[in-house]
């Protein structure tokens, strides 16, 4: 029964890994791609729950976080020719770095306030890129498309043997990345750190007479998440090849959120279903009608029913199931 | 010997399969590009449906009017057009990945006025590379004409921001020697370029651009810009500002007892009904010291009411597009930039190919676009990208504009 319950989550795991290795054998090149999205919103939707349903500081500004991996990933492949995935780690170190040191004076800000100072720093972070105009290339951006260092964008690359097109070289990248970046977030957060981090988000005054110094683990969410957040944004810009500005909007903040809201705060399995949300629900809700205004009223309207029916999102839906079954 | 005959036998079924089977389809249809059948061509956008930036999307809604129109009537060489069109939400992002769902999965003919400057750039080279035709992409992007040799299938179609800056720098050069000009303008690459026409277009003159404010398109007003250049002691001021950005820069103005003598307002907001508003029923005595330019005829301005092209537009609205209002003018751009296309496509063969297209819109010379000023052309070349290169003034007379002096002409701005 023990081992059983160790072994569950290992068996889940490679239950899914195996779905994801075979999947573009069953779908179009270009589904392969709009899959290749939900990965890359999974790995942000990771870091946020690191941040938001673990220790219980809430962010607005993650969609911030992606704008400095993309932007770092653009910049050292057009600027310094680095090709495209040796980016990735880089984005990742670079925007955990920004995460920490923004975890410092969030520390002291808490609840609604920090939400706000987070929000701000999405507000601000479009006019910041187009003040470095020469680094960033202001508001027309940088464009990945064709350039070398791009993997598979005009031929295919052959990994393992396999000739693999822009599409499915994008897809088996971004899963690659998030199942990693999964199976790490499970083994941090399943730990010692996993516990101070729920410490902090239920009570800190608990948690600081216990032993859990709030600075510590608070600034290190910061830099998890972000680092998390970083690496979506890289590969948000090698996927979309072309990142500006308005690439990452203050919405894409908002969707974060709202991603992880629906998979379910505090939980690391409901969050595919979270990143399946924010990729296909504005493309679902356009083919309900498509006058002007209509998809983001269906959107809304859809997300209103959702928090009804499904509270505690679909990982909650989950745990209800289990509590049914056993009875 | 056998072994062999088991391995040759099978190849041969197939290349006969293979070979009836081409041949078959050979018959029924000649060799069509994606988005072509025998009954329809499909095209594509991708347009802001929701969001701040929707009400550009009338651009959309007007273009999609004019094709079920030309489709009720017979289409194009008995083919129908479908239009397909999605929305990006005015994300950049969006746009490439919608525009590969519209190439890729519903296999789009070519994409055609997707909105947005940034937005066509963005799905530029991709579209390039896939040989697929951006046509007419609504942007007045300097760069969509200028690199038309590295991108031959792209394409704009309204005068570029930098052209249209260039004109009223010529106008302020002959009739306001001594002028003192305050821009406000968006700090991105419309704005920017039509900045840079001006101070083209005031080269050696004795005009002078005093000052100069920036605002970001995701700021809540432009008030403190307003402020600033006030202060800037300028008798003109140049607002290339879009949408509510024009309209505040006019009430700001106002209120703050800023008495420019001339205002220079740019042709996207210069539409009657963005004035009426600026306007402030009639307290705001701005407006009536605008001049803009204008190549499209505005649905509200009295001189057109019993013009043939815009009844045709308002009987296309109200059938094609019940709800839509009709004396929106981005509706008018939709339909001049529809009118367009499917005068191409008439060029681009008997049955449409994606390079006919390409060649078609590179020789353009549609002198007759009923939703257009009279004498403007549409005239393209080999090295020539800038559909439209002509357009004329007009001044704000209390209600409605009225146009003035003959049509200012450029070559490759």
């Known amino acids: ?327 | 010997m056998i072994r062999k005959l088991t391995l040759a036998l099978p190849a041969l079924v197939l290349v006969l399969a293979l070979g009836t089977g081409a041949a078959i389809a050979g018959s029924t249809r000649t060799q069509a590009d994606p988005g072509v059948s025998e009954r329809e061509i499909v095209i594509g956008a991708t347009t802001p449906l929701s969001g701040p930036f929707s009400s550009v999307s009338s651009v959309t809604v007007g273009a999609n009017a004019y094709f079920k129109y030309v489709s009720a009537r017979g289409g194009v060489g008995g083919r129908k057009i479908t239009f397909k069109y999605l929305d990006d939400q005015y994300d950049p992002a969006k746009t490439v990945q919608l525009t590969r769902q519209l190439v890729e999965q519903d296999k789009v003919f070519a994409i055609f006025n997707s909105i947005g400057t940034e937005h066509n750039l963005a799905v530029r080279d991709y579209l390039n590379a896939n040989k697929v035709p951006q046509v007419f992409a609504a942007s007045g992007s300097t760069t969509l004409g200028r690199d038309g040799s590295k991108y031959p299938s792209a394409i704009g179609f309204q005068p570029s921001y930098q052209a249209e800056g260039w004109v009223y720098g010529k106008y302020l050069a002959r009739t306001r020697p001594g002028a003192r000009v305050a821009v406000l303008f968006q700090n991105d690459d419309y704005g920017k370029d039509l900045l840079n026409g001006l101070k083209r277009g005031l080269q050696r003159s004795k005009v002078k651009v005093v000052a100069a404010e920036p605002y970001e398109p995701t700021a809540v007003d432009v008030q403190a810009q307003v402020a600033k250049l006030r202060g800037a002691g300028a008798d003109t001021f140049a607002v290339f500002a879009v949408g509510k950005f024009a309209i505040q820069a006019y009430v700001f103005a106002n209120r703050l007892g800023w008495k420019p003598k001339l205002v220079i307002n740019n042709i996207v907001s210069s539409a009657s009904n963005v004035m009426t508003i600026a306007g402030e029923g009639g307290t705001n005595k701005l407006v009536d010291a605008t001049v803009s330019g204008v190549f499209l005829k505005d649905p509200t301005d009295p001189k057109w009411q019993s013009d043939a092209g815009i009844k045709l537009y308002q009987q296309i609205l109200k059938r094609y597009a019940p709800g839509a209002n009709a004396a929106d003018p981005y509706h008018v751009y939709g339909m001049a930039a529809a009118f367009t296309l499917v005068e191409a496509l008439k060029k681009a063969g008997r049955t449409p190919t994606r390079a006919g297209l390409v060649k078609a819109v590179a020789a353009l010379n549609v002198t007759k676009n009923p939703f257009m000023i009279p004498g403007i052309l549409i005239k393209t070349g080999p090295n020539d990208h800038f559909p439209i290169e002509q357009m004329l003034l007009q001044r704000w007379q209390k209600t409605s504009w009225k146009s003035f002096g003959g049509l200012w002409g450029y070559r490759g701005a």
């Not at chain 1, 350039?147 to 000739?163: F, H, K």
């Not at chain 1, 830099?223 to 590969?235: D, E, I, K, P, R």
């Not at chain 1, 990142?243 to 903040?253: E, G, K, M, Y």
């Not at chain 1, 969050?271 to 009608?289: K, Y």
């Open chain 1, 1 to 327: 029964m023990r081992l059983g319950r160790q072994l569950a989550p290992v068996a889940a795991f490679v239950a899914l890994a195996v779905v994801v290795l075979v999947l573009p054998s069953f779908v179009s090149a270009f589904r392969a791609q709009q899959l290749a999205y939900v990965a890359i919103y999974l790995v942000a939707l990771i870091g946020l729950n690191v941040l938001t349903g673990y220790t219980g500081q809430i962010s607005l500004g993650h969609g911030a976080f992606m704008a400095v991996g993309g932007y770092t990933t653009a910049i050292l492949m057009t600027d310094y020719g680095m090709k495209d995935v040796w980016t990735i780690p880089i984005a990742a170190l670079l925007t955990g770095a920004v995460g920490f040191l923004f975890g410092l004076p969030a520390l002291r800000l808490s609840g609604l306030y920090l939400a706000l100072a987070t929000f701000a720093i999405a507000v601000s972070a479009p006019a910041v890129i187009k003040r470095f105009e020469g680094f960033t290339g202001g508001g027309s951006g940088i464009n990945l498309f064709g350039v070398p260092e791009l993997t598979a964008s005009l031929t295919p690359v052959d990994v393992l043997g396999r000739e693999l097109v822009f599409n499915d070289w994008l897809y088996y990248l971004t899963w690659t990345v998030a199942l990693v970046g999964y199976v790490l977030a499970w083994l941090l957060l399943r730990g010692r750190t996993g516990l101070a981090f729920r410490a902090v988000r239920d009570s800190e005054t608990a948690a600081q007479s216990s032993g859990v110094s709030l600075p510590r683990y608070k600034t290190l969410a910061f830099g998890v998440s972000a680092a998390y957040a970083g690496v979506a944004g890289s590969l948000f810009a090698i996927a979309t090849t072309f990142v500006n500005p308005d690439t990452f909007p203050i919405a894409l903040s908002i969707l974060l959120l709202v991603g992880v809201v629906v998979g379910g705060l505090g939980s690391l399995v409901g969050l595919i279903a979270g990143a399946v949300f924010i990729q296909f629900l504005p493309i679902w809700s356009q083919e309900v009608s498509r006058s002007p205004g209509a998809p983001a009223v269906v959107s809304g309207l859809i997300l209103i029913a959702l928090m009804f029916v499904l509270p505690m999102g679909v990982a909650g839906l989950a745990g209800r199931l289990r509590t049914l079954t056993k009875r």
